[in-house]
């Protein structure tokens, strides 16, 4: 199974960086990763939140195959432990699933549509993370997931 991260925005900080290009190798250990970062939309003061999730999600969903089954990453999504993650990616691990795209949003969030598109709609937490953040907590969690179905020590229970 191949894992894919399809985003909005750079990493624009230095630390953050560094984080996911850390769990993204520790990642990489298990499974193939590819990321994909879109350009954000941007625009004066007077910008229009909506136009720029829905011309943003355009841009994600032509990124994303159709046999694609896609986690749309959403503060009103579904929350699930560390286990149950790990629980999901093994899941589909054994069922053959080809690839599992995981989508970030950009400052605004993700269009209706691309939380139509989505297999599932995840929630990291029940607080709000800036989309660059989400990135971090999403590769530690996905490495944190394989750790536990490998039963290796990184997670302790």
């Known amino acids: 199974m191949k894992?894919?991260?399809?985003?909005?925005?750079?990493?624009?900080?230095?630390?953050?960086?560094d984080a996911a290009e850390d769990f993204s190798r520790r990642v990489q250990r298990y499974l193939p990763l590819t990321v994909t970062e879109l350009k954000e939309e941007k625009g004066g003061k007077k910008a229009d939140p909506g136009f720029?999730?829905?011309?943003?999600?355009?841009?994600?969903?032509a990124r994303i195959a159709d046999e694609t089954f896609v986690i749309a990453l959403d503060e009103k999504g579904k929350i699930r432990t560390s286990e149950e993650l790990a629980d999901f990616l093994g899941q589909h691990m054994v069922q053959g699933t080809g690839e599992l795209a995981f989508v970030i949003g950009g400052a605004y969030g993700l269009s209706d549509a691309v939380r139509q598109r989505a297999n599932l709609v995840l929630s990291l937490s029940p607080l709000t993370f800036t989309h660059q953040m989400a990135r971090v907590i999403l590769f530690e969690q996905i490495y944190r997931g394989?750790?536990?179905l490998r039963n290796e020590p990184y997670h302790n229970r």
Do not use: A, K, P, Q
């Open 3 to 17: 894992l894919h991260l399809v985003c909005v925005g750079r990493l624009s900080e230095s630390y953050l960086r």
């Open 52 to 61: 720029f999730r829905e011309r943003e999600g355009e841009r994600l969903l």
């Open 146 to 148: 394989m750790t536990i």
